[in-house]
Nanobody, 127 residues
Framework: QLQLVESGGGLVQPGGSLRLSCVVSGSSLDSYVMGWFRQAPGKEREGVSCISRGGGVTYYRDSVKGRFTVARDDGKNTMYLQMNSLKPEDTGVYYC????????????????????WGQGTQVTVSS
């Protein structure tokens, strides 16, 4: 059973940065397409960024392009999300997820298509 644990969330002022990490255990990370998702209060969960096996293909939702960077280190069984120039609308609970059945990063993010989920880490952007 794959287990995912997120960390790195917190309170940051607008324009600030955070780096989220997702540590995976129970299986090797290299078999999975990975993604970051978020859910703001009163809103549906949405895909933020997804990354292919091997890391060669990435997908970002339009609102985070140029500000967020997703990466994975399969040797450390860890995925990252570097978030810069944060805005209040980035506030929410951020979840990492893994898919063994989806091979397309855009589809994984757009369809919230994942087999395994972490418990989430809170990101609050506020002055």
């Amino acid at each position: 059973q794959l287990q995912l644990v997120e960390s790195g969330g917190g309170l940051v002022q607008p324009g600030g940065s955070l780096r989220l990490s997702c540590v995976v255990s129970g299986s090797s990370l290299d078999s999975y397409v990975m993604g970051w998702f978020r859910q703001a209060p009163g809103k549906e969960r949405e895909g933020v960024s997804c990354i292919s096996r091997g890391g060669g293909v990435t997908y970002y939702r339009d609102s985070v392009k140029g500000r967020f960077t997703v990466a994975r280190d399969d040797g450390k069984n860890t995925m990252y999300l570097q978030m810069n120039s944060l805005k209040p609308e980035d506030t929410g609970v951020y979840y990492c997820a893994a898919s063994r059945t989806t091979f397309n990063t855009q589809r994984m993010c757009a369809n919230i298509d994942a087999n395994y989920w972490g418990q989430g880490t809170q990101v609050t952007v506020s002055s």
